[in-house]
């Protein structure tokens, strides 16, 4: 009468501690992520898509008019200035006495070699110019379907194997791209950077993301898939170091401000995760784990 109950409970997934730990993560990431998205949707906005000029500069260049307001702003506009202030002059996450929707403001654009000042109305974003948005980038979309695909295999993985450190780590990177992907679908610009909650969200699911999430679960997950390497067994703690290296780059953000700790941060460890998957295919040569490598190679390729 035993036997059969102890078969079951052998074949039964164990959702341990660091499974829950694992999905609770996942969880909060896009959680929190839908959470300030909601949040800027009622903020005053002037309705457009934006680039920045240069990461060395405040300027930005008005790629797309999203809401569909009547706007002086043309397309490839580059805005220099708002109300007679410099763009450079605004303290990031303090908003000006005048920027709150249904009011008219003066933009200083640069058009052809030519310094202009047009009159701009502050709006709300609606969902149809969310839409127009995915419209007017198709890699938007094209990214967040791929995202929604890899989450549901990713947590298809999770609930099967959640004793597998590959399948927690997959989840959070997954979990990642689904966070930077929500913080996407609505652009930045002067509604975030005149809003201080805004402005630290936008910061950490937009850019933030990749150096302290996203590239140390990639690197986490490659270090143990498609099972642990020698060393990890040795010491398991190792796997866990990369999401390390991302808190010290956050630190770094948050205190020096220099974007160029989290980029060539996440440059390393996105290389040091293909020489870990290099040495897996090198390395690993039992039938599972080279049948196991070739779904992964061709699920990234796709």
């Known amino acids: 009468m035993t036997e059969p109950d102890t078969q079951d409970s052998q074949r039964r997934p164990r959702f341990g501690r660091a499974a829950r730990w694992s999905l609770a993560l996942a969880l909060l990431l896009m959680g929190l992520s839908a959470a300030q998205l909601a949040y800027r949707y009622f ?22 008019n999203l809401v569909g307001a009547p706007s002086g702003v043309l397309a490839e506009d580059i805005v220099t200035g708002v109300e007679g202030t410099p763009l450079g002059a605004f303290q990031p996450g303090e908003t000006p006495p005048f920027w709150y929707a249904g009011n008219v403001l003066s933009y200083d654009v640069r058009r052809g070699g030519q310094t202009l000042t047009v009159a701009v109305p502050i709006v709300h974003w609606t969902l149809a110019g969310i839409a127009r948005g995915m419209t007017v980038d198709p890699s938007q979309f094209i990214s967040l379907v791929g995202v929604l695909i890899l989450l549901g295999v990713s947590l298809l993985a999770f609930f099967k194997r959640p004793e597998d450190p590959a399948a927690r780590a997959l989840l959070i990177f997954v979990a990642a791209n689904a966070a930077q992907s929500i913080s996407s679908l609505l652009p930045d610009g002067l509604s975030t950077s005149f809003d201080p909650l805004a402005n630290v969200a936008v910061g950490f699911f937009s850019y933030m993301i990749f150096g302290v999430v996203l590239a140390p679960a990639l690197l986490s997950f490659t270090l143990v898939f498609p099972h642990p390497k020698p060393v990890i067994v040795r010491h398991p703690w190792l796997a866990y170091t990369p999401f390390l290296i991302g808190a010290v780059i956050l630190v770094v953000l948050v205190t020096a401000n220099t974007w160029q700790v989290g980029w060539f941060g996440t440059l390393f460890m996105l290389l040091a995760s293909l020489v870990s998957l290099v040495h897996s295919v090198l390395t690993m040569r039992d039938v599972v784990s080279r049948a196991q490598l070739l779904w992964a190679f061709g699920g990234i390729l796709l």
């Open 43 to 64: 903020l005053p906005t002037d309705g457009w898509l934006v680039v920045a000029e240069d990461l060395s500069a405040a300027d930005l260049m008005y790629y797309a």
